[in-house]
């Protein structure tokens, strides 16, 4: 079955970077688009960014473009969001998703604040 384990987040100073991780498995990782997803407390879930199945083409919600980074390792079934310049309001849980797939991971708390 699917499954999708989200790491690497934590707390973090306004202007601060961090990397969010998420290691996929139990389908095949390489042939499909993965998103990154976050959802910030009494808000819907919304799309960050995606990246295609070969990671030659990258979008991004308009808030995050020229800030973050989405990524991909087709060898170790990983996907990566780099997060720079880091804002309060980037504080959410960030999930990751197959496109096309219904399974969502735990997700990883990322938090902004002085």
């Known amino acids: 079955q699917v499954q999708l384990v989200e790491s690497g987040g934590g707390l973090v100073q306004p202007g601060g970077s961090l990397r969010v991780s998420c290691a996929a498995s139990?389908?095949?990782?390489?042939?499909?688009?993965m998103s990154w997803y976050r959802q910030a407390p009494g808000k819907e879930r919304e799309l960050v960014a995606t990246?295609?199945?070969?990671?030659?083409?990258?979008t991004y919600e308009d808030s995050v473009k020229g800030r973050f980074t989405i990524s991909r390792d087709n060898a170790k079934n990983t996907v990566y969001l780099q997060m720079n310049s880091l804002k309060p309001e980037d504080t959410a849980v960030y999930y990751c998703?197959?496109?096309?797939?219904?399974?969502w991971g735990q997700g990883t708390q990322v938090t902004v604040s002085s």
């Open positions: 990246i295609s199945s070969a990671g030659g083409r990258r």
């Open positions: 998703k197959g496109n096309g797939l219904g399974s």
């Open positions: 139990g389908f095949t990782f390489s042939s499909y688009a």
